[in-house]
């Protein structure tokens, strides 16, 4: 079985990504806008211009062994821990109740990844340093969101549909060939989730 590198393609101006928790709630939209019912889809909206692409690890075929689960949790873990630093930095600087609603979700998103770690041993990489990343790809991409999201709210609104929509993909992808039923669930919890961030950062623009 071989495992690929490089599954989600965030290039120049057309990216938006997605994003965590079921177990908390979204905030309510600051704006006038309507919230988008639990069925409805999110409409895209603008996407950052962001050209890291992170190294999502895939399964080629076939279903992941026990060594491309364990690559699959140490990089899901720290793109969580991504989500949850960018938005506690969002958070600080535009002081908008979405952010400060959705990194709660994002630390609970953390701790659900960790509990399936840590039935297998799996040494969590994570750094206790807000922005700090084992992985290059990941490091590289927080400091392109944090740039970006520096610039306006609605930029920083940009970022966490962009965010939003990148875990989606990649929680997709992992789905398609996860075969533990404990990852499954909780892939899937983490989707769910994500799409109801995704929903609650198009709402603000």
């Known amino acids: ?16 990504l997605t ?24 409409s895209p909206s603008a996407a950052p211009e962001i050209s890291a692409a992170p190294k999502m690890p895939v399964v080629d075929k076939g279903i992941a062994t026990a060594d491309a689960t364990t690559e699959q949790l140490v990089y899901l873990i720290e793109e969580e821990k991504l989500a949850h630093d960018v938005y506690q930095a969002m958070f600080d600087l535009w002081g908008s109740r979405v952010f400060g609603n959705i990194l709660q979700s994002e630390q609970s998103h953390q701790s659900q990844v ?10 969590d990489p994570r750094s206790s340093k ?13 400091n392109q969101l944090i740039a970006k999201g520096s610039k306006s709210a609605v930029d920083a609104y940009e970022v966490g549909v962009a965010i939003e929509e990148l875990d989606i993909d990649d929680l997709t992808k992992m789905l398609a060939t996860a075969k533990d039923a404990d990852v499954i669930a909780m892939m899937e ?3 769910k989730g994500s799409e109801n961030h995704l929903r609650a950062f ?4």
Not at 130 to 136: A, C, D, E, R
Not at 202 to 205: C, V
């Open 1 to 16: 079985m071989k495992i690929l590198t490089g599954a989600t393609t965030l290039v120049a101006a057309a990216l938006v």
């Open 19 to 42: 994003g965590c928790t079921a177990q908390v709630d979204v905030a309510a939209p600051e704006s006038s806008a309507p919230v988008a019912s639990e069925t409805e889809m999110a």
């Open 114 to 123: 960790l509990t399936v770690m840590n039935t297998r041993d799996i040494k």
């Open 130 to 142: 807000v922005g700090v990343f084992v992985n290059s790809d990941l490091q590289n991409l927080y």
């Open 189 to 191: 919890n983490l989707r």
């Open 202 to 205: 198009n709402n603000q623009l």
